[in-house]
Every structure is written in C-alpha cells, then in structure tokens.
C-alpha cells in the first residue's frame, strides 16, 4: 500500500503531468516554438533518486583506441550518490537489468558534446540581436537592419543601441561606413552599433560617432578605419565607442545565458569552455548556475579582467560547484587580434599588405609577466593567439611560466605542463619551430575546425601559400597533443557537428564546398577521422578543462550528460554529418533538450 503521502505525491505527479499535456497541446495548436519541454524526466515516478535508461545502442567513447564502435552497452543508471555532487552514471549493462525499472527509449547514445572555446553572453545577445552573417552585400545589411527595428522598435536610441553581428568587409567588397547606416532612411538617425563576424571591429551609425570628440587620435594596438570614411573601429581602438554603450542590465543578460544555453542544448551540447568573462558577469554565472532556473549547460569560464591583459586575482571568483554546473580556474590573455582584420601578429608581414605584420596587443615582457602572475596564482593560462608572431610568444611567456612553477624540479616542463595545462586559443598560425616547441612542451592547442574552412580564402592572400602549407590551421599536426575542440560562437554556429564535419572534410559545413567552390577540401593533410574529430570535442576539451573522467565519456563516476542520435554516428554519411539534428541532450540526468515519451503520445 503505497502511503498517503505517497498518493498525495503521485496524483500531484499525475496532475502536473496531464497540466503539462494541456499546455502542450495548446502549444502546438498555436504554432508557437516548444522550447522548453513542460515535463523533466525528473518529474517522472521513480527518477528522483535512480533511473536506468536502455537505448538501441551506446557509445561509451572509453577505448583507448579511439574507435568509434558502440560496445555491448544499452543501457545505464543514473543516480546522485552524494547530493552535492550532482547525477552521475551509476552502472552500465549490456542488457536490460531484469531489478529494475528500466525507461526504454529509441536511438543511439552519444557522451555529451562539449565546446573548447565559446562566448555564452555574446551567443546569447546574438540571438537577441540583428543577425548579419551570410551578407554579401550592403542592402542586405540594411534589409536585416530594418527587418529587425520592425520586430524591435524600441531598439536604436541613445539608451538601448540596435545591435548587430556578422558584417565581413571581405564579403561584403567594401570598408563599412557610418554614413551608408545614415543613407537609409529606415535607419536614419538611429544609434547602431554592429560586430564584424570575428567580434574584433564594431561598425558604428553617425549618432555614435558624433558622441566622440572632434579629432579622433589613433589607439595602440588598434585601428580606426578613415578610408573610405570613418564608422569602424577595431581591437583596441573598439574601446573607444563600446565605453559610450549603456551594457544590457543583469536580468537581460540572464535572459541571453537561458536562450544561449536552450540553443546550445539543441546542438547536443553539454559543457562549454567560456573563453573570457568579466569578474562581475562571473559572479552573475555563479547566482544563475545555484537557480537552477535555466542553467542548462556546464561552463568552465575562464576570467577576462575589465581590462585585457591584466592581473586581477582579488576580483576574479575562484568557482567550482560540486555538481559542476560552473567551474573557474583560468584566465584568458589576449596576444592579437583577428587574421581578417590584418589584426594578427605575423613574424613577415602581410603577403596582401606588406606595409604590415599587425600588431600585438601587449608586448612580451608584459605578456610574459601577467603570464607568470596568473599561473603563480594556480590559473590556468589561455593566450588568444592567431598571427606566428603571437603564438611565438605565448608559447615563450607560457615556458616561462612553468619554468617559474617548476623551478628546479627533477621533472621536464612536459610533466609541468601536463598539471598546468596551458593552452593557446586557437593556435591559427604557428611556425615550424614553435609547433616543434609546442610538441616538446605539450602546450595545448584549442582549435576552431570551422574557423579553418571560412577564413580559407582570405587566409591564403593574406598569408601566401608558403606559410598557409608549413604554418597555419594545422589539425593533424598537433593531434599528438589531444586538442581542444570548439566554434567560438557567436563566431561560428555552435553545432559541434558542423565542427566534426569541418574537421573531416575541410569543407565548409555552410555549403559542403571547399574554397572557391572546390569540391576538395582545404589542405585535407591536416583533417582529422571521424574518431578524432568526435574526440576534439569530448575528451580533448575535458582534459583542457581539468575534466578528464567525469565529462566527455560515460562510465561509472563521469556526469550523467548524453547525447541521443537517430543513429549510430558512424553509419551517417559525412554529408548528413553538417545537417545533424540531435534527438535528446541530457545534462546532469536531466533532459535539456528532446521529447519525453508521454509527450511524444499526447502529439
Ligand atoms: C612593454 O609594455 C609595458 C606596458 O605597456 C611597458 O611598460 C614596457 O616599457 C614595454 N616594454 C618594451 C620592451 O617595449
């Protein structure tokens, strides 16, 4: 006889349940987006303490080998042995355990994707403002401006700017200007500012420039752009017009963590490495993953100072909270800017510009000495690195530091390092000796598959074929040293399976084409298998993240995060690979993303 309480509870259940049909079905009779599934698993009798799942197959991701089979696995448990520690896997069956009670559901498993090098905020607001990527041209930039004030008329005042990403001057066959913003009288007079698609130059409206004094004074480290008149300003020089910006407040910004993360989940993705957040949003990240109201998605953030390239341990919140929904540990310094903008720091200059090699953004003594302070500390230091020149460095400032961690050890810095775990974020364009270094030293290269085959135009006039072939976007080259996967999102789509198809193919997931529309792909020398590509974005980002065993894996111990495929990942064909639609994302036994059966009946 089950207790009254115990009826009470399961007629509650019953009761929320059937409430949850009925929104449902309304949902679904007005058309409007399910976002949100009205019914967690967690909700279900008999998962609030342990469930065990059987699927048609699972993929455990634990041979060494790096195979792809999936093992005899079907079915795990799932249960949080220690409530501070969050849900983990239990055990895992090749069969169903006649002891229990099993939840059967369809398709194939899949570890939970992380993503090595995100912006959750910057997702976030992107989803809240105008989107521009794909563009090729001027009206279609103030098409989708005008398109978006329709849908948000509040926006474009001196308080809350329109605000806007994805211009590309190379796409669009010319330098933006803030009087083509002022020659469209849908725009005309509004306060705009938008990102280039590498979020390195802001292109701003005449209201905003008319904010700034008369002369203008060129910024270390930066470029205002004055030809063919002014509005752009990039990497330092940004500074200047983003001081004047009223930032969303906080429960804005709560709103674009909660959409970032349902868009994310979509993707298949579990955890994400946040490649630079500001002290006060850190401490924002540490209120919404305690809510448990939204927070979806695991984030290893890694602090950014309110001013770049500094030391700013007092203000930076060391976080690790027991179910891993939030760790900080790191920092992120910066050594240059973006390929795109001529922003990056070659050791030769440009092949398309041989006034210039670019510019770092802080000179070595002082890359090394903020380097050493953090790692001094116990960060982790991750240097934004793209141009030869950068990456040089920051391999040098990260020796450096580990000569100064491991003074006079018996141990080499390799085994230094492989406690420290620096890494460079991105790693674009290194020269034969430094990757030689890197390989010595085991330094960790974090790498965007997709940024490899969108910049593959552009890469090859402004670097020349000989350094494209010895230096840049090396993937194979560096898989010895167990990579770091990711988009950079807003940057690139977040899919990791738009990554994975990138990684294979060196093709651009957006077309399946190669550069200038080749059938081939870019420099297939350096693609990865399937095997290592799915690796990138699983083991590889947890042992960036200090993660190794609880994430990117699913055995006994590791967080109960998975991933739910119509089919066996390797029986798709790599085409279907950059359309991929994910079933089901579970984090932490809890379905982030998907239908449960019930609701499946009920539609
Ligand atoms: C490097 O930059 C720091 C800080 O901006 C400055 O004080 C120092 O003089 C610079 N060193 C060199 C060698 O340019």
Request: hydrophobic letters at 35%.
């Given at each position: 006889m089950p207790s009254p309480t115990g009826t009470l509870l399961w007629w509650g259940i019953r009761l929320s349940f059937l409430a949850g049909c009925i929104a449902l079905v309304l949902r679904y009779q007005q058309q409007l987006p399910i976002l949100d599934s009205p019914l967690s698993e967690a909700d279900l009798p008999g998962s609030k303490d342990e469930a065990t799942y059987c699927y048609d197959g699972v993929f455990t991701n634990t041979s060494p080998s790096g195979d792809l089979s999936y093992d005899e696995i079907k079915c795990f448990s799932v249960s949080s042995p220690d409530s501070e520690k969050g849900v983990v896997f239990t055990?895992?069956?090749?069969?169903p355990p006649p002891s229990r009670d099993v939840i059967?559901?369809?398709?194939y498993v899949l570890p939970g994707l992380w993503d090595g090098?995100?912006?959750?905020?910057?997702?976030g607001e992107f989803l809240h403002s105008a989107d521009l990527f794909g563009c090729t041209s001027r009206a279609c930039i103030l098409d989708r401006l005008a398109e978006y004030l329709e849908r948000n008329p509040e926006a474009g005042t001196?308080?809350?700017?329109?605000?806007?990403?994805?211009?590309d001057q190379n796409v669009l066959g010319e330098m933006p200007t803030a009087s083509i913003l002022e020659g469209d009288e849908r725009l005309r007079g509004r306060y705009i500012m938008l990102d280039r698609v590498d979020v390195h130059c802001a292109w701003v409206s005449q209201g905003i420039l008319d904010l700034l004094p008369g002369e203008v004074e060129d910024v270390p480290g930066g470029e205002i752009v004055r030809e063919p008149g002014m509005g752009v300003f990039c990497d330092n020089a940004m500074d200047l017009v983003v001081k004047?910006?009223?930032r969303p407040g906080k429960e804005r910004k709560k709103e674009f963590v909660r959409s970032a993360m349902r868009e994310l989940t979509r993707v298949g993705i579990v955890g994400?490495?946040?490649a630079g957040v500001v002290p006060k949003d850190l401490r924002m990240f540490e209120e919404m993953a305690g809510e448990d109201e939204g927070w979806k998605v695991r984030v290893y953030a890694m602090v950014e100072c309110e001013e770049r390239n500094t030391f700013c341990p007092g203000e930076a919140p060391w976080i690790k909270t027991g179910d891993g929904m939030l760790v900080v540990r790191s920092v992120k310094l910066f050594a240059d800017g973006a390929l795109g903008s001529w922003g990056s720091a070659l050791i030769d200059p440009y092949t398309d510009r041989p006034s210039t090699s670019g510019s770092l953004l802080i000179n070595t003594s002082a890359l090394t000495a903020v380097a050493n302070a953090w790692a001094l500390q116990g960060y982790q230091v991750n240097i934004h690195a793209i141009g030869d020149l950068a990456n040089r460095h920051a391999i040098s400032s990260m020796v450096s530091a580990l000569s100064a961690l491991c003074p006079d050890s018996v141990e080499s810095l390799a085994d230094c390092q492989s406690r420290h775990r620096f890494r460079i974020e991105h790693s674009q364009i290194i020269s034969p000796s430094d990757q030689s270094l890197m390989?010595?030293?085991?330094i960790l290269p974090s790498i965007q598959p997709t940024h490899a085959t969108s910049d593959s135009s552009y890469a090859e006039l402004r670097l020349g074929p000989e350094r494209i072939a010895s230096s840049a976007y090396r993937m194979k080259s560096l898989l010895d040293l167990n990579p770091i996967l990711g988009s950079d999102f807003p940057v690139e789509p977040p899919s990791p399976f738009e990554?994975?198809?990138?990684a294979v193919t060196r093709r651009s997931p957006k077309t399946g084409k190669g550069p200038e529309g080749w059938d081939q792909g870019w420099h297939t020398e350096e693609a990865l298998t399937l095997g290592e590509a799915v690796r990138g974005f699983t083991v590889g980002v947890a042992n960036g993240g200090f993660m190794e065993g609880k994430v990117g894996i699913i055995q006994e111990g590791a967080w109960a995060d998975w991933v739910v495929l119509d089919r066996e990942l390797g029986s798709y064909g790599v085409e279907q690979l950059r359309t991929m639609e994910v079933v089901e994302t579970w984090v932490g036994g809890r379905m982030a993303h998907g239908e449960s059966h019930e609701e499946r009946k009920v539609l």
């Amino acid at each position: 006889m089950p207790s009254p309480t115990g009826t009470l509870l399961w007629w509650g259940i019953r009761l929320s349940f059937l409430a949850g049909c009925i929104a449902l079905v309304l949902r679904y009779q007005q058309q409007l987006p399910i976002l949100d599934s009205p019914l967690s698993e967690a909700d279900l009798p008999g998962s609030k303490d342990e469930a065990t799942y059987c699927y048609d197959g699972v993929f455990t991701n634990t041979s060494p080998s790096g195979d792809l089979s999936y093992d005899e696995i079907k079915c795990f448990s799932v249960s949080s042995p220690d409530s501070e520690k969050g849900v983990v896997f239990t055990k895992l069956y090749s069969s169903p355990p006649p002891s229990r009670d099993v939840i059967h559901r369809k398709g194939y498993v899949l570890p939970g994707l992380w993503d090595g090098h995100g912006h959750l905020l910057q997702y976030g607001e992107f989803l809240h403002s105008a989107d521009l990527f794909g563009c090729t041209s001027r009206a279609c930039i103030l098409d989708r401006l005008a398109e978006y004030l329709e849908r948000n008329p509040e926006a474009g005042t001196p308080r809350n700017w329109l605000r806007g990403v994805g211009w590309d001057q190379n796409v669009l066959g010319e330098m933006p200007t803030a009087s083509i913003l002022e020659g469209d009288e849908r725009l005309r007079g509004r306060y705009i500012m938008l990102d280039r698609v590498d979020v390195h130059c802001a292109w701003v409206s005449q209201g905003i420039l008319d904010l700034l004094p008369g002369e203008v004074e060129d910024v270390p480290g930066g470029e205002i752009v004055r030809e063919p008149g002014m509005g752009v300003f990039c990497d330092n020089a940004m500074d200047l017009v983003v001081k004047l910006w009223e930032r969303p407040g906080k429960e804005r910004k709560k709103e674009f963590v909660r959409s970032a993360m349902r868009e994310l989940t979509r993707v298949g993705i579990v955890g994400m490495h946040d490649a630079g957040v500001v002290p006060k949003d850190l401490r924002m990240f540490e209120e919404m993953a305690g809510e448990d109201e939204g927070w979806k998605v695991r984030v290893y953030a890694m602090v950014e100072c309110e001013e770049r390239n500094t030391f700013c341990p007092g203000e930076a919140p060391w976080i690790k909270t027991g179910d891993g929904m939030l760790v900080v540990r790191s920092v992120k310094l910066f050594a240059d800017g973006a390929l795109g903008s001529w922003g990056s720091a070659l050791i030769d200059p440009y092949t398309d510009r041989p006034s210039t090699s670019g510019s770092l953004l802080i000179n070595t003594s002082a890359l090394t000495a903020v380097a050493n302070a953090w790692a001094l500390q116990g960060y982790q230091v991750n240097i934004h690195a793209i141009g030869d020149l950068a990456n040089r460095h920051a391999i040098s400032s990260m020796v450096s530091a580990l000569s100064a961690l491991c003074p006079d050890s018996v141990e080499s810095l390799a085994d230094c390092q492989s406690r420290h775990r620096f890494r460079i974020e991105h790693s674009q364009i290194i020269s034969p000796s430094d990757q030689s270094l890197m390989h010595k030293h085991g330094i960790l290269p974090s790498i965007q598959p997709t940024h490899a085959t969108s910049d593959s135009s552009y890469a090859e006039l402004r670097l020349g074929p000989e350094r494209i072939a010895s230096s840049a976007y090396r993937m194979k080259s560096l898989l010895d040293l167990n990579p770091i996967l990711g988009s950079d999102f807003p940057v690139e789509p977040p899919s990791p399976f738009e990554g994975i198809y990138a990684a294979v193919t060196r093709r651009s997931p957006k077309t399946g084409k190669g550069p200038e529309g080749w059938d081939q792909g870019w420099h297939t020398e350096e693609a990865l298998t399937l095997g290592e590509a799915v690796r990138g974005f699983t083991v590889g980002v947890a042992n960036g993240g200090f993660m190794e065993g609880k994430v990117g894996i699913i055995q006994e111990g590791a967080w109960a995060d998975w991933v739910v495929l119509d089919r066996e990942l390797g029986s798709y064909g790599v085409e279907q690979l950059r359309t991929m639609e994910v079933v089901e994302t579970w984090v932490g036994g809890r379905m982030a993303h998907g239908e449960s059966h019930e609701e499946r009946k009920v539609l």
